[in-house]
């Protein structure tokens, strides 16, 4: 068996690849004050294109979900484009509730054109302000009066005369008609009065009896005469009453006619208009004759000249009077009522009760022919939002219930407007979870919002994108009124774009980001009192943010100064690894190692993971750690039983771990135990793994490398310190300045390998070795050596399988 040759170990990186400076050459401005602005749909073509689609589209079940990932501008570029074309499209109409004189908890619905609305409201309060004075002044006129006054005599005179004449008749029979405070009797007269009197009882007792009930039976049947006249009485009085009824319709009439001839005329081409005046006609003499005055009441809490009348009151919902094009809505709390609308109550004798000028319209309404914005996170967190826009969206009208109402488990009395017929366009802004959960779970989802405009995180980065991004600065500076950026502070720009978007050939689209960043560079250039923002200030912006999120990591790195956390940068050690993880906080990430440590024994081929096996490992982790058991028996052991245990650990971990980042480092802590090749401590590991021990790409390598970087920079940099990671993640690599310095001064290097060999040559300085043609490895190579340890487990796992004569040929053997 050949010798292992000495190892060629894979080159550290070029100082030059391990960030992508932006060239500045190619920009043709000094500062962003030169250049226009940009439209803001950079990199978001296929966006455009499915939202341009599901705006066009006629049909209704067409709704546009937007979706895409937080501050990549999603809202402002929909808004923009919402804007050019509602600007095109025709001003709905105005949208009004009248009072309903036939059902009073119908309210009517009145659509007029734009802005004749609001006219009609000031119209009909103008009408209410003049109709009091106007009803009294043709009631207290002289000749109505007059009129009034005569009907009334002439029936009182009737009344009188009827009652004369039964008197002269009753008298030629001895009665007389007395008027009493129970009113008419007969009794019998005087004879002696020459005025009729009643007769005294003594003297009607001392009549003869005969006389007495001849006088008794003519009382009984002019009762009965009498009684007959009064009957006649109310109907007497009602004939009265419609005299004065018409007298006061003759009298109310050309005054109503007066105040409503305008109105008439100026409405004439809107039939619905013209019908609702004769009901208030109708109304008003049929109230203001019958005495029924309801000038009192103060139901919507108006001015009092306003609610004197408020059942002929116009109430205006939605008034596009100053409106151009069609609505563009963004409802920022979409609640149910503010979605839907809601009608309101008011207490009156301790009953709650309402009428249509309570009715409050919805962000639907406001939208109606136009279009509504509403954010999918807040419409979800809201009780009911989503079942009422779905229910107005499938109907096509908008209809005012309270939720109570919606969901058909309350027995309240409530008014019950007319449904408003819906046309519109909503579009639903959200994340991509919040997309594809609906999709999956509701699938009413997909019959309503059957477009999905999905916004890109980043976009290429090359010299006409760069340009571009220079534009597009521009238009985020002004619109926050920053002062413009130089040339340097756009290529500065440019290559935290490129960090941002974790790719130094791509730049991120997260618009809120940039502005941030730039917002707080603009503080340092005004307090600098500089023209523009230079590179300087973003450098300053950068590094005051980073010191204001640094309490954490910095005590991270001083508990492995101190030694509360056990980390090595020097010496070597069999079975232990330095991996890197990256953690997340509020936006902010940071990068740190983390000690690995590996053992083996003699087993049936189990790989514990000790994370697991405490709950703190996530599933992902897991799937890693069950890769590394595949890796092993493929290469190894496919002829023979993979014959050993191993467990693997993160020490001094006390929290749960996620991901497969640092399968590379667990593998490369399992060789280094089974093989006994001690790992140079002074370099840390990045990486995940395949079956076939390729390494592939991870997340997070710029801050697990300055994590690496800073802990070995406060303990002092030597020429020896690194980091291994993918070679798929070199492209990915956008450091820091200080960090490039380091490794053009040749005091920290960076490693890209493909393959666990490749990774294990680094970390031990012993070649890995490759199989000849008859499948044996290089004596003395790292998998020469892992073979044999395995080959010998397999040998003793089979001989202490085998009894005590087996035993005794191992110890023979050894």
């Not at 978001?44 to 066009?56: C, N, P, V, Y």
Request: proline share 5%; aromatic share 6%; charged share 25%.
């Amino acid at each position: 068996m050949a010798e292992a040759p000495s190892p060629d170990l894979p080159a550290a990186l070029p100082a030059g690849r391990l960030r992508a400076c932006c060239d500045t050459g190619h920009f043709r401005f000094e500062t962003t004050a030169t250049l226009a602005d940009h439209p803001g749909d950079l990199g978001q073509a296929r966006a455009m294109e499915a939202l341009r689609f599901g705006l066009a589209i006629g049909h209704g079940d067409y709704h546009v979900f937007v979706l895409g990932e937080a501050g990549c501008g999603k809202h402002a570029t929909t808004f923009r484009m919402l804007r050019e074309r509602a600007a095109d499209k025709p001003v709905p109409p105005d949208l009004c509730y009248l009072h309903n004189f036939d059902e009073p908890l119908h309210p009517r619905l009145l659509m007029l054109p734009a802005g004749r609305g609001a006219a009609f409201r000031a119209d009909m309060q103008a009408f209410i302000r003049e109709l009091k004075p106007a009803i009294e002044a043709a009631l207290g006129s002289a000749p109505h009066s007059e009129r009034i006054e005569a009907l009334q005599d002439a029936h009182k005179a009737r009344e009188d005369a009827a009652l004369r004449e039964m008197s002269e008749q009753c008298a030629g029979e001895g009665l007389v008609l007395l008027q009493t405070t129970e009113g008419f009797v007969f009794t019998p007269a005087r004879s002696d009065s020459p005025r009729p009197e009643a007769m005294a009882s003594e003297v009607f007792d001392a009549l003869p009896a005969a006389e007495r009930e001849r006088l008794e039976a003519a009382v009984d049947t002019w009762s009965e005469r009498l009684a007959a006249l009064l009957d006649e009485f109310p109907d007497w009085r009602a004939g009265l009453r419609e005299s004065l009824v018409k007298a006061a319709r003759e009298a109310l009439t050309p005054a109503l006619a007066h105040l409503l001839r305008e109105p008439r005329a100026r409405y004439a081409d809107l039939p619905e208009v013209p019908a609702f005046l004769d009901a208030v006609e109708k109304d008003v003499l049929d109230t203001a004759v019958s005495g029924i005055a309801r000038d009192e009441e103060e139901e919507d809490g108006d001015s009092e000249e306003g609610a004197r009348f408020p059942r002929y009151q116009v109430k205006l919902l939605v008034d596009h009077a100053m409106a151009s094009g069609a609505p563009v809505v963004f409802e920022d709390n979409p609640g149910y009522g503010n979605l839907i609308g809601r009608i309101e109550h008011v207490m009156q004798q301790g009953v709650q009760v309402s009428h249509f000028n309570l009715i409050r319209s919805g962000a639907l309404h406001r939208a109606n022919g136009g279009y509504l914005v509403v954010d999918a996170e807040r419409l979800f967190a809201q009780p009911y939002a989503w079942e009422g826009l779905k229910r107005t969206l499938r109907s096509g009208e908008i209809r005012i219930e309270p939720p109570a109402e919606a969901q058909g488990w309350s027995g309240a009395l409530t008014l019950e407007p007319q449904p408003v017929p819906c046309s519109l366009k909503v579009v639903m802004i959200g994340d991509r979870e919040i997309y594809y959960t609906l999709m999956e779970h509701d699938p009413e989802f997909a019959e309503l919002f059957k477009v999905a405009a999905d916004f890109d995180d980043d976009l290429p980065r090359t010299p006409e994108n760069e340009r571009e991004y220079a534009r597009l600065l521009a238009m985020l500076a002004r619109a926050a009124g920053l002062l413009p950026l130089d040339r340097a502070a756009v290529g500065r720009m440019v290559e935290e774009g490129a960090r941002i978007a974790e790719d130094a050939e791509r730049l991120t689209l997260h618009t809120r980001r940039l502005s941030d960043l730039m917002r707080e560079a603009d503080h340092y250039a005004n307090q600098n009192g500089a023209a523009c923002i230079g590179r300087g200030e973003i450098e300053t912006a950068l590094a005051a943010r980073a010191r204001r999120a640094g309490r954490y990591p910095a005590q991270v790195r001083e508990s492995m100064l101190d030694g509360t956390t056990l980390i090595a940068t020097a010496g070597a050690r069999a079975g232990q690894i330095n991996a890197l993880v990256v953690v997340e906080l509020a936006d902010e990430r940071f990068g740190y190692p983390t000690r690995i440590s590996a053992t083996v024994r003699l087993g049936d081929g189990d790989v514990l993971d000790i994370e697991r096996e405490s709950d703190l490992g996530g599933a992902i982790h897991s799937k890693g750690v069950l890769i590394l058991s595949a890796f092993l028996a493929s290469r190894y052991a496919r002829h023979q039983p993979l014959s050993l245990s191993a467990s693997l650990v993160f020490e001094q971990s006390y929290a749960p771990v996620e991901g497969d980042s640092a399968s590379l480092a667990e593998l490369c802590a399992l060789l280094s135990a089974l093989t006994r090749l001690p790992i140079e401590q002074r370099l840390a590991v990045t990486g995940s793994v395949n079956q076939f021990g390729e390494v592939q790409v991870i997340g997070g390598v710029n801050e697990k490398i300055e994590g690496f970087f800073d802990l070995c920079a406060a303990r002092g940099l030597d020429g020896s310190h690194g980091v291994v990671i993918p070679a798929a993640s070199v492209r990915h690599l956008m450091l820091r300045e200080d960090v490039v310095e380091a490794a053009r001064a040749g005091r920290f290097h960076i490693y890209p390998v493909s393959t666990v060999d490749e990774a294990m040559t680094v970390l031990t300085g012993v070649p890995a070795g490759e199989a000849d043609a008859r499948g044996l490895m290089p004596r003395g190579s790292i998998n020469d050596k892992a073979a044999r340890a395995l080959a010998s487990m397999t040998f003793a796992h089979h001989a202490y399988a085998g009894g005590d004569e087996a035993r005794r040929k191992i110890r023979g053997h050894r």
